[in-house]
């Protein structure tokens, strides 16, 4: 049966030009054993691992006068030897070189008379390591469901596995005069089939602009939204050239993670994740990067960044794993203050995430067959499909596994990403965390950042700077309970309908008849292994319930508020959420709530809540939202 582009790689094909490459990318550095590299040992890996997946031996052809969207062939020529190609740094082989290297190869566009991807083992790097950079065409991986190139290369052990694939057997690649009858014979007896390939691309490209475009229910309502409230101008948006530029760094996981936790017990907002901090760390970054450049950076200034974010949907099925939502996020590159920052990006995900739960990092990069090399391909899709005035920017953030990997017995020490750019972008950034530590790739046109290169210093700065804030700049009362003194705890309140109303009338809450929900020490000692993150969550879940259960049918509304620890009685076996729930000693204002969750009007049982800021409660109660 003939093998066709789907609609959206067939666009992926179509859309590519001279100076936007449709090709994305990443940077394996291997460390060598005491013996070094078997490097025909990592030739016969690649060509072995590609063996199985049939497409890497496939190219693409058009069919004459595109009556018909363009068909894989099997590529009787296929030489690997083409595709998997050796290079050496010259001395002394600094990661400027590999950088310059790298930027070369980005900037060529992958040769369509053959399949779409290509490796380079590369030599000769200061440190005696090796690198293995890919370059693979968005048509190849297309959907989260493809293989990239390293995604087939690693193992979770030293010895990869002996067994190779036989060769597969190319079928006769067939002639420009059969591909035109053969089409035309399908359209003559099986129009159907057509007309269903357009409803299909159809369905696809709204799928797309749906991910991309949140909530926007049609094409037309999201040219209305754009027309409303397009990017911002910026200096990142600009006509781009051919030729590319690459920055790497790497900055230990830890890092951020450390601002997440600092921020969860210095901060009434717990909802920060660590994508979150990559944001605002980056946000500071783009400020020293454009004031560098003098430009104007007023109060209001803003960068407009897509960033692709792993969600589970209410209604995914947990064996699916998660779907991809794209955010567009406003970064106040204006605001001095980086906890500021930190606030205003916390609350935009929260509110872009909406229905669905963020899947966390360590849940992500368990997830059977996942790689981050595949899913950064998908968030590069999403900019590639959202038109050039939505937004400035593209930042994917996808955590990979936290333990080793190995390539031909060769220990992988980190992996960085390249995302393409879209049309009329002259800056992507991609971050993958393996093993501890965070790799971040910049990529960005030649020709208009030429100080690419600063970007990773300012990067390293602006982490400093967040780091020194959240240090000093907020004094909190939590402490630790072995101290003897006060400690807040964040207490999840099973408010429903009337508790919100009651609250947004300026009433307080009679405690005695809300039940409430918080992670306590019965429940850290029960699960000691689990993350802090989904334990607030599972908090929240118990409060979200009770609503359920008590006023089954009506809106699912919790609220969050932090009080003294000490004004708290957990609630004995028996008499309800074992370890969770607990019973308040005093009245709650509205004053008091740092934050609502809250199901959408209508929203079933088992529909995700969303998160809103203290300041909507009237609204809220109004259902206005």
Not at 27 to 32: G, K, M, R, T
Not at 249 to 272: A, G, K, Q, W
Not at 388 to 406: A, C, K
Request: proline letters at 7%; a negative charge; one cysteine or more.
């Amino acid at each position: 049966m003939e093998d066709h582009l789907s609609p959206l790689g067939t666009s992926f094909l179509y859309l590519e030009s001279p100076t936007t490459a449709m090709h994305a990318g990443s940077v394996l550095l291997l460390e060598a054993g005491p013996e070094g590299i078997d490097r025909q040992q990592l030739t016969e890996l690649v060509i072995s691992r590609t063996a199985g997946v049939r497409r890497y031996r496939q190219k693409v052809r058009e069919i004459p006068g595109r009556i018909a969207p363009p068909i894989w062939v099997d590529a009787a020529d296929f030489d690997p030897t083409y595709h998997i190609r050796h290079s050496a740094l010259p001395r002394p082989g600094t990661q400027e070189q590999l950088e310059e290297f790298v930027a070369r190869i980005m900037s060529r566009p992958l040769d369509r008379s053959h399949p779409l991807w290509e490796l380079y083992i590369v030599e000769g790097l200061r440190d005696g390591q090796i690198a293995l950079v890919t370059k693979t065409h968005q048509a190849l991986v297309d959907g989260i469901a493809a293989v990239d190139i390293p995604q087939l290369l690693l193992d979770p052990e030293p010895a990869p596995d002996g067994e190779r694939p036989p060769e597969p057997a190319p079928s006769r690649e067939p002639t420009d005069t059969e591909l035109f009858a053969s089409s035309l014979m399908t359209l003559a007896t099986r129009p159907q089939r057509w007309f269903d390939l357009a409803a299909g691309g159809l369905s696809e490209l709204t799928d797309m602009a749906g991910k991309v475009l949140g909530h926007t229910r049609t094409i037309a309502g999201a040219m209305a939204r754009t027309a409303a409230d397009p990017a911002p101008p910026s200096p990142l948006n600009t006509t781009v050239g051919v030729a590319r530029r690459i920055a790497l760094t790497r900055v230990p996981l830890t890092d951020f993670r450390d601002v997440r936790d600092s921020y969860h017990h210095l901060s009434n907002i717990r909802e920060c994740t660590v994508t979150d901090v990559v944001l605002t760390v980056l946000t500071g970054a783009l400020r020293s990067w454009l004031q560098s450049r003098g430009e104007p950076v007023h109060d209001a200034a803003r960068v407009r960044a897509l960033v692709p974010v792993s969600v589970v949907d209410s209604e995914t099925a947990v064996g699916m794993g998660p779907s991809v939502r794209a955010c567009f996020v406003d970064l106040p590159v204006g605001e001095p203050d980086p906890l500021m920052r930190l606030d205003q990006i916390t609350f935009q995900m929260r509110r872009q995430v909406g229905g669905g739960r963020a899947v966390r990092g360590h849940a992500l990069a368990q997830i059977a067959g996942f790689a981050p090399s595949t899913l950064h391909h998908v968030g590069a899709q999403l900019g590639h499909a959202a038109a050039r005035r939505f937004f400035n920017l593209v930042i994917t953030n996808v955590p990979g596994p936290e333990h080793t990997l190995w390539v031909a017995g060769a220990r992988m020490t980190i992996c960085y990403p390249i995302i393409p750019l879209a049309q009329g972008q002259s800056l992507s950034i991609g971050l993958t965390s393996y093993a501890g530590t965070v790799g971040i790739g910049f990529n960005g046109d030649r020709g208009t950042m030429q100080d690419l290169g600063t970007f990773p210093t300012f990067t390293r700065e602006s982490l400093n700077e967040l780091t020194t804030a959240l240090d000093t700049d907020r004094p909190t009362s939590r402490t630790s309970e072995e101290d003897g003194h006060v400690r807040d705890i964040r207490v999840y309140l099973a408010l429903g309908e009337d508790g919100l109303t009651r609250l947004a009338e300026g009433h307080p809450l009679d405690v005695g008849k809300v039940r409430a929900s918080a992670v306590t020490a019965q429940v850290r000692a029960a699960f000691p292994e689990d993350d802090e993150e989904d334990l607030e969550y599972d908090a929240l879940l118990v409060a979200a319930e009770i609503v359920a259960e008590e006023k089954p049918g009506t809106r699912v509304v919790v609220a969050a508020v932090d009080l003294p620890i000490s004004t708290l009685t957990v609630v004995e076996d028996g008499d309800g959420w074992v370890g969770f729930e607990v019973v308040l000693d005093r009245p709650v204002h509205a004053a008091d709530l740092v934050a609502v969750h809250a199901a959408e009007t209508g929203a079933g049982p088992d529909d995700e809540l969303l998160w809103y800021d203290v300041t909507e409660l009237g609204r809220l109660a109004r259902g206005e939202l």
